[in-house]
T-cell receptor
Framework: SAVISQKPSRDICQRGTSLTIQCQVD?????MFWYRQQPGQSLTLIAT?????????ESGFVIDKFPISRPNLTFSTLTVSNMSPEDSSIYLC???????????FGSGTRLTVV | AQSVTQLGSHVSVSEGALVLLRCNYS??????LFWYVQYPNQGLQLLLK??????LVKGINGFEAEFKKSETSFHLTKPSAHMSDAAEYFC?????????????FGTGTKLQVIP
């Protein structure tokens, strides 16, 4: 299965600022997914990022708040913009299965907004 | 629409005892089903996956899960709990048709192992 390098692993940010999270995959993938895991809760899909096209956002998430880039088939970034304490969460990227195995996840970015 | 329900947000077992984490799913098409584990301060790791082959799926670390279509269940078990099994476990479902469909996660079950 694919290996994903996600950074930063954690950060503490001031409200009103922005943070960009990066995911690098060791193989080419058409689709990448970005999830949010709020404290004590399950994972919620933010958006699906296809290379060469606009990301598709889930209900409740908008591009102005969570802009996504997908410049090539191995890399993607998610920016959390104009942060507030409510954005404190773990953010994870994921790629779909190769060789009929499971979805692979990055190790996550633990974001705290103060 | 697809969904999963995990019964019990917290489960406590004694070391050496049976682990049983419950998951029921809903899907309009034959599903792919997954169990993931999340250790403290880490990302998700795939434990096992059901893809319509054998109904009893064996995963890593001694875990296994049985797909029961009649009960729409995919419960996770391990015969003997270890302290290192303490983590949060997520059941997830993905539709089989349409290629790479998005995955829907359950709310998670935190497993506590008591020495």
């Amino acid at each position: 299965s694919a290996v994903i390098s996600q950074k930063p692993s954690r950060d503490i940010c001031q409200r009103g600022t922005s943070l960009t999270i990066q995911c690098q995959v060791d193989s080419q993938v058409t689709m990448m997914f970005w999830y949010r895991q709020q404290p004590g809760q399950s994972l919620t899909l933010i958006a699906t990022a296809n290379q060469g096209s606009e990301a598709t956002y889930e209900s409740g998430f908008v591009i102005d708040k969570f802009p996504i880039s997908r410049p090539n088939l191995t890399f993607s970034t998610l920016t959390v913009s104009n942060m507030s304490p409510e954005d404190s969460s773990i953010y994870l990227c994921s790629v779909p299965p190769a060789n009929n195995y499971g979805y692979t996840f990055g190790s996550g970015t633990r974001l705290t907004v103060v | 629409a697809q969904s999963v329900t995990q019964l019990g947000s917290h489960v406590s077992v004694s070391e050496g005892a049976l682990v049983l984490l419950r998951c029921n799913y809903s899907s309009s098409v034959p599903p792919y089903l997954f169990w993931y584990v999340q250790y403290p301060n880490q990302g998700l790791q795939l434990l096992l996956k059901y893809t319509s082959a054998a109904t009893l799926v064996k995963g890593i670390n001694g875990f296994e899960a049985e797909f029961k279509k009649s009960e729409t269940s995919f419960h996770l078990t391990k015969p003997s709990a270890h302290m290192s099994d303490a983590a949060e476990y997520f059941c997830a479902v993905s539709g089989k048709s349409g290629g790479y469909q998005k995955v829907t996660f359950g709310t998670g079950t935190k497993l506590q192992v008591i020495p």
